[in-house]
C-alpha cells in the first residue's frame, strides 16, 4: 500500500479510461499539487490533498470496477495507520452508494450543471437579456480568439491578480477544486481571450469532460473589473460555437457547493443537522462561496442536465472535515 506524488500521468489515464470518471470535473484530478494513492495489484488512482488530520480525497476512486473497493479500502488503512481521518469531496451519486456501505456518511454538498449543445441557441425571449449584453459587448470592441500557445499568459496572470484583489484583501486564489492553466496539462486544455485594443480583459479556461456526457468543462474564468457588461458570456458563447462546430456534445459548468439541495437526493443514514447547514450556507454562505451568484451565471444558460453530487466523512459527520476541505482548496 502507497501513497505517492506523481506528475499527474496516472490521473490522466485513469480518467480518461474507466467508467468511475464520469465526474465531470474528473480533469481536476491532474492538478499541480495533488497526490494520488495506488495499490500494488490494482489499477486506478485516488485523488487527495492533506490539510491538517485530514486526507481530503477528490472524486470516488478513478478506477475499474475491480480495483475501485479495494483502493478506497486501502487508502482509509493508510489513513488509519497514520492516524488521519478521511473526507471526500464531489463524490458521484454512483459512488454514494458504496461509500455508505463501506463506513461513511454521506450527504449531498451541492451540484453540477451541464447544457447540451446539440440544439443549443441563443434565440427566444428568455435569451434576449443574454443577447442585449453580449451585443454591447461586442459593439465596444470585444474581439475573441483562442489561444494556441502560451506567449499570452502572463498577461492573463496580471488579469488573475488584479481580479483577486478587487474580491478584497483577504481574498485567496481557490485551488484543487478549481482548474490551472500553463502546468503541464495545459494542452489538453481550450483557453479562450476577450481583448478590447488587441489587450486582454478576460479569459475562460475549459477542461475536458470524458465518459457518457463527454465534452468541455468551463472552468476558470478571470476579467478585468469593468462596467461593460457581457464579455464573459461573449467569451462563451464563441467558445460554445467552437465546440458546437466540433461536434461536442455538453457544455458542463462545474460544482456549485450548496446548490440543487434536494432531499430526494440524500441517501439513507445522512447527517440530517449537516443536511440544514447545506441549507443555511445556501441561503447565508456567501462569506464560505458565492454559491447564489455563481449559479446565476450557470442559470442563464439554461443548462438541461442536474448532477448531484456528495461529501463522504469516514465515520461520522465532521464540521473539521468539512472546514479543511475549504482548507486545502485554499479558501481560508
Not at 490494482?42 to 475491480?66: D, K, M
Not at 443555511?280 to 456567501?286: I, M, P, R, Y
Request: proline share 6%; glycine share 10%; charged share 20%.
Amino acid at each position: 500500500m502507497t501513497g505517492i506524488l506523481t506528475t499527474g500521468n496516472p490521473a490522466l489515464h485513469a480518467i480518461r479510461t474507466y467508467t468511475s470518471a464520469e465526474n465531470p470535473s474528473s480533469f481536476l484530478a491532474v492538478s499541480e499539487g495533488n497526490r494520488y494513492f495506488q495499490l500494488p495489484g490494482h489499477e486506478g488512482v485516488i485523488v487527495y490533498r492533506r490539510s491538517g488530520r485530514f486526507l481530503v480525497q477528490f472524486g470516488g476512486p478513478f478506477a475499474p470496477a475491480a480495483s475501485y473497493r479495494p483502493l478506497l479500502d486501502g487508502f482509509v488503512a493508510m489513513a488509519r495507520e497514520e492516524g488521519l481521518e478521511v473526507v471526500s469531496v464531489q463524490v458521484q451519486q454512483a459512488d454514494a452508494p458504496i461509500y455508505a456501505d463501506r463506513g461513511f456518511t454521506v450527504n449531498q454538498v451541492g451540484a453540477s450543471w451541464a447544457r447540451s449543445l446539440a440544439d443549443f441557441s441563443l434565440r427566444g425571449t428568455k435569451f434576449m437579456q443574454l443577447r442585449n449584453k453580449i451585443s454591447r459587448a461586442l459593439r465596444a470592441g470585444l474581439v475573441i480568439s483562442e489561444a494556441t500557445d502560451d506567449r499570452w499568459f502572463p498577461a492573463l496572470r496580471e488579469i488573475d491578480q488584479v481580479w483577486l484583489r478587487d474580491k478584497g484583501e483577504h481574498a485567496r486564489p481557490l485551488e484543487y477544486l478549481v482548474g490551472q492553466y500553463g502546468d503541464a496539462m495545459q494542452p489538453h486544455r481550450r483557453m479562450f481571450i476577450g481583448f478590447i485594443d488587441e489587450a486582454p480583459v478576460g479569459y475562460i479556461s475549459y477542461s475536458p469532460v470524458f465518459g457518457s456526457r463527454s465534452g468541455w468543462m468551463h472552468d476558470l474564468s478571470r476579467r478585468l473589473p469593468s462596467r461593460l457588461p457581457g464579455i464573459m458570456e461573449a467569451i462563451n458563447v464563441h467558445a460554445i460555437e467552437t465546440f458546437r462546430t466540433e461536434g461536442s456534445a455538453w457544455l458542463h459548468f462545474g460544482f456549485t457547493p450548496f446548490s440543487g439541495l434536494r432531499r430526494e437526493c440524500e441517501l439513507p443514514g445522512h447527517d440530517r443537522g449537516f443536511r440544514r447547514l447545506m441549507e443555511l450556507l445556501w441561503h447565508h454562505g456567501e462569506a464560505v462561496y458565492p454559491a447564489q451568484s455563481q449559479l446565476a451565471y450557470k442559470d442563464k444558460w439554461a443548462p438541461d442536465l442536474f448532477v448531484p453530487e456528495y461529501v463522504a466523512f469516514h465515520g461520522s459527520a465532521s464540521i473539521a472535515g468539512f472546514a479543511h476541505i475549504f482548507r486545502a482548496s485554499n479558501a481560508f
